[in-house]
């Protein structure tokens, strides 16, 4: 027997979301990252990396503060709906929904490649529609049964990961040539450096998937800020570190779109390259994993707001999921994944990702005017102006990098606000008649 009044368990540690964002943050962006940027700003490669920390700290140092106000499972969402108007508050949820399922395909289509460089069938074809489909039912199922097991997993890949980023250092560190490192040509102009910048945003994007899962963190508004603000610090340190040995270690860090398996091949041959490829994988499988566990949580929240049919508010009795709200979020994700080609599925999630960061921005904006707002535990200075500012400068991102997705967003968007409105006008016709 299911039934929506089931509730969540809140089992997840301080530990445990620290996990999820490594798994979020230390992923696919970073692999590739080193030979597009290099490709762009050469030995300003560096500052570029930087620029994009610094510009993203105040974006996450807002969630933080906007995690510590809320309990509740939805993170931008539920964040949007406490301070926005409802039709602007469901935009944050159900884009901020197709954009994990379109980063998932993303991912997944990934995999493949990588999975191709060891068995080429793959990569086309049955074979590959195959590895797609068991792909999504294995990390369903794995969504479906829980979210200790989930959890359980997802530190699992979490610790792969990090094992696989200090072995890559650890190996390449010492065959780093100084030469490489100097910095000979000019600063890249305006527009390339911006360009550049993009890249790097995009490999920190995802940190919002603490947030979706607080419904089920046992102490939510005290972890979401540490593990926001750890994984900031983990992520930026891995991504410095695996720019420093492919740069200084490549020859010619743009004559790959694999820069760290290029590091493999050129110190210890075929077998270094297998090795670095394998690890590539593990960095994905545990980001597939976690966005198909947040995505089922965004549409159980607007569920369990009216904003989408109840029926996708329903929790397993037992596994104490949202097990339709799962069951549709793989489905749409790996459907994506079966049609998409990955340049497609990458750029239309981060633009719709981007836009609900914005309006989350002018969210804690407008939570920092109000005497009523929920109390934040941990406290940003000068809350409102750090909001506009981060809200100012993900807009200048969207416009310089998202302008082509502009009409394919506007339609979905359209086809969730058609959605919206038709939930609420059963509801109305539902309702009973006032005595």
Known sequence: MHTAAAPLIRA??????????????????????????FALAQGWSFAVLGVSALLIAPLIL????????????????LYARAALPGAMAFSVGWLLWISQAFATATLANLLVTYLAGFVPALSSGLPRAAVLIALGVTVTAIALRGIRQSAMTSNVFAVLKLGFVVGFIVAGVAF??????????????????????????????????????????????????????????????????????CVGVLDDPTATDRP????????????????????????????????????????LALAEAGQVPAVLGTVHRRWRTPHPALLISGALAFGFALISDLLTA?????????????????????????????????????????????????????????????????GVLAVGLGLFALTRWRARVRAPAPV
Not at 14 to 34: E, K
Not at 182 to 210: D, H, S
Not at 269 to 298: D, F, H, K, P, Y
Request: hydrophobic fraction near 55%.
């Open 260 to 299: 760290l398996a290029e590091v493999g091949r050129q110190l210890f041959g075929e077998v270094g390259a297998a090795v670095i490829s394998a690890g590539a994988i593990l960095v994905i499988l545990g980001t597939v994993l976690v966005a198909t566990v947040a995505m089922g949580r965004l549409l």
């Open 12 to 37: 997840l540690s301080r530990r445990d979301l620290i996990g999820i964002l490594v798994n979020t943050m230390i992923a696919s962006g970073m692999m590739a990252a080193p030979a597009k940027v």
């Open 62 to 77: 807002s969630f933080a503060e906007l995690g510590s106000r809320f309990s509740g499972t939805g993170g931008p969402y």
């Open 346 to 410: 990458l750029t239309f999630s981060t633009a719709t990702r981007v836009l609900c960061y914005i309006l989350c921005c002018l969210a804690l904006w407008r939570l920092s005017r109000r005497p009523d707002a929920p109390t934040p535990q941990f406290r940003l200075p000068a809350r409102g102006v750090v909001a506009l500012v981060s809200a100012a400068i993900f807009t200048v991102v969207l416009v310089v990098g998202a302008t082509k997705e502009v009409p394919a967003l506007a």
């Open 176 to 245: 780093i040539q100084p030469g490489h490192l100097e910095v000979r040509t000019p600063p890249p102009g305006p527009v390339t450096f911006a360009q550049a910048i993009l890249i790097y945003i995009y490999a920190y994007l995802g940190f919002e998937r603490t947030g979706v899962l607080a419904g089920e963190a046992r102490d939510p508004k005290a972890d979401v800020p540490v593990a926001l603000l750890v994984s900031l610090a983990v992520a930026t340190l891995a991504y410095a570190l695996v720019l420093l040995v």
